[in-house]
């Protein structure tokens, strides 16, 4: 199986809106609503943001939206603030009853 | 409140064979729906899924690494542990496990990490 497809690097001004893509094929992301969103600062551990394409967990801002088209799901931050600035990871189930990540993209708040 | 802790080697020799713990609390591992996962990430680069064994002993492996990887439990002592063999320099990394209960979630809460280097 191969990693789901991330844009290496996104950035946004304070305020603004950023969409992450999150590609894969019709054995992952196109064939379950199983795609999750981590967040990931520098030196710290993977926190879980969206679940199941578009749900929040407890306790996390609902500046953070998800949703899901085909193969791509996406990833929005709304009113974006300097400590949104991290690595985001989607993760998807599989066909094959496994999990895959994508490649991680760098979020940058300018 | 749910809590997971590696603990391991921080240095393995290449073909040597990488032993992991995972201890945790605040839930159960023969809960329904409950399994533990082992994720990797090396320096600088992305998370990498290697398996995952739920509360009834099911086990799922990354097909990739399926032959060098066993995930087990011990559900009495809080524990998991996954086993890989013949270390090599790629497999440096930062090794994490994760709690999940969501159906379809590899990871919800997961553990601090622990870094393994592997050089002789």
């Known amino acids: 199986q191969s990693a789901l497809t991330q844009p290496a690097s996104v950035s946004g001004s304070p305020g603004q809106s950023i969409t992450i893509s999150c590609t894969g094929t019709s054995s992952d992301v196109g064939g379950y609503n199983y795609v999750f969103w981590y967040q990931q600062h520098p030196g710290k551990t993977p926190k879980l943001m969206i679940y199941?394409?578009?749900n929040r967990p407890s306790g996390v801002s609902n500046r953070f939206s998800g949703s899901k088209s085909g193969n791509t799901a996406s990833l929005t931050i709304s009113g974006l603030q300097a400590e949104d600035e991290a690595d985001y990871y989607c993760s998807s189930y599989t066909t094959s009853t496994t999990w895959v990540f994508g490649g991680g993209t760098k979020l940058t708040v300018l | 409140q749910i809590t997971l802790k590696e603990s391991g080697p921080t240095l393995v020799k290449p073909t040597q064979t990488l032993t992991l713990t995972c201890t945790f609390s605040?839930?159960?591992?023969?809960?329904?729906?409950?399994?533990v996962s082992w994720i990797r990430q090396p320096p600088g680069k992305a998370l990498e899924w290697l398996a995952l064994?739920?509360?009834?002993?099911?086990?799922r492996y990354s097909p990739s690494l399926k032959s060098r990887l066993t995930i087990t439990k011990d559900t009495s002592k809080n524990q998991v542990v996954l086993t890989m063999t013949n270390m090599d320099p790629v497999d440096t990394a930062t090794y994490y496990c994760a709690h999940r209960q969501n159906p379809g979630s590899p990871a919800d809460y997961w553990g601090q990490g622990t870094l393994v280097t592997v050089s002789s």
């Open positions: 605040g839930f159960s591992l023969s809960t329904s729906g409950v399994g």
């Open positions: 064994i739920y509360w009834d002993d099911d086990k």
């Open positions: 199941d394409v578009s």
